[in-house]
């Protein structure tokens, strides 16, 4: 398959992948990576120039909210992201959204 419609196809639902992992706890941008391609088995392999982006785009829609963490001994600060009551909102609607357009789809490609 051509890596265009891949592309394509994957994002349409990132915004709603970073609400969810965020939905559990405030994570950092790596943290983030990691999980998105450990959860979904490999299939969301994003780097840094995708995701945060993404974040910072939640962040103007007042979806995340950032914040620096305090270091420790070593440790340098982090940019951890929380989601808001605003996002929690937003991902339950979109969830909802996805539901119908996925259903929707499994019905042609079925056919």
């Given at each position: 398959?051509?890596?265009?419609?891949?592309?394509?196809?994957?994002?349409?639902?990132?915004?709603?992948?970073?609400?969810?992992?965020?939905?559990?706890?405030?994570?950092?941008?790596?943290?983030?990576?990691?999980?998105?391609?450990?959860?979904?088995?490999g299939v969301f392999?994003?780097?840094?120039?995708?995701?945060?982006?993404?974040?910072?785009?939640?962040?103007?829609?007042?979806?995340?909210?950032?914040?620096?963490?305090?270091?420790?001994?070593?440790?340098?600060?982090?940019?951890?992201?929380?989601?808001?009551?605003?996002?929690?909102?937003?991902?339950?609607?979109?969830?909802?959204?996805?539901?119908?357009?996925?259903?929707?789809?499994?019905?042609?490609?079925?056919?």
């Amino acid at each position: 398959m051509s890596e265009k419609y891949v592309r394509q196809m994957k994002k349409g639902v990132l915004d709603m992948l970073v609400l969810k992992l965020l939905s559990d706890q405030p994570k950092y941008g790596y943290q983030l990576i990691s999980e998105l391609e450990a959860e979904s088995g490999g299939v969301f392999c994003l780097k840094e120039g995708t995701l945060y982006p993404i974040l910072y785009r939640l962040e103007e829609d007042g979806l995340v909210k950032a914040t620096w963490s305090e270091p420790e001994e070593r440790q340098v600060p982090r940019k951890y992201y929380l989601i808001t009551d605003e996002g929690r909102k937003m991902l339950q609607e979109i969830k909802h959204i996805w539901n119908d357009i996925s259903k929707g789809v499994n019905r042609i490609m079925e056919q």
